[in-house]
């Protein structure tokens, strides 16, 4: 069973920053990849980044240069430092367990309950 915990939401101003962390269970951490997807409201839900197993990183265009994901082995967490932000990147945010080398998630249940982020212009 997939086990993660978002947090690090919140409210902030345009251009400023905020550092999203992602908990797995151990057993979740050392069996997928992680990802970040984001949801607006009223739209669908989309791929923001993830890192994988061999430390590669993927990007969605429109957060490239901006958002920067990192994992930390020992304490079985990815983090989501998101610097410069816009008001376009409003959204509830997700974790995810995706399918190792792809942003697949791997089941209904492969998501974390979701963070706010808000920015203000």
């Known amino acids: 069973q997939v086990q993660l915990v978002e947090s690090g939401g919140g409210l902030v101003q345009a251009g400023g920053s905020l550092r999203l962390s992602c908990a797995a269970s151990?057993?979740?951490?050392?069996?997928?990849?992680l990802a970040w997807f984001r949801q607006a409201a009223g739209k669908e839900r989309e791929f923001v980044a993830t890192?994988?197993?061999?430390?590669?990183?993927v990007y969605a265009d429109s957060v490239k240069g901006r958002f920067t994901i990192s994992r930390d082995n020992a304490k079985n967490t990815v983090y989501l430092q998101m610097n410069s932000l816009k008001p376009e990147d409003t959204a509830v945010y997700f974790c995810?367990?995706?399918?190792?080398?792809?942003?697949?998630?791997?089941?209904?249940?492969?998501w974390g309950q979701g963070t706010q982020v808000t920015v203000s212009s």
């Open positions: 995810a367990a995706v399918h190792p080398g792809t942003v697949v998630p791997v089941g209904r249940d492969s």
């Open positions: 890192i994988r197993w061999s430390n590669g990183k």
């Open positions: 151990e057993r979740t951490f050392s069996s997928y990849s």
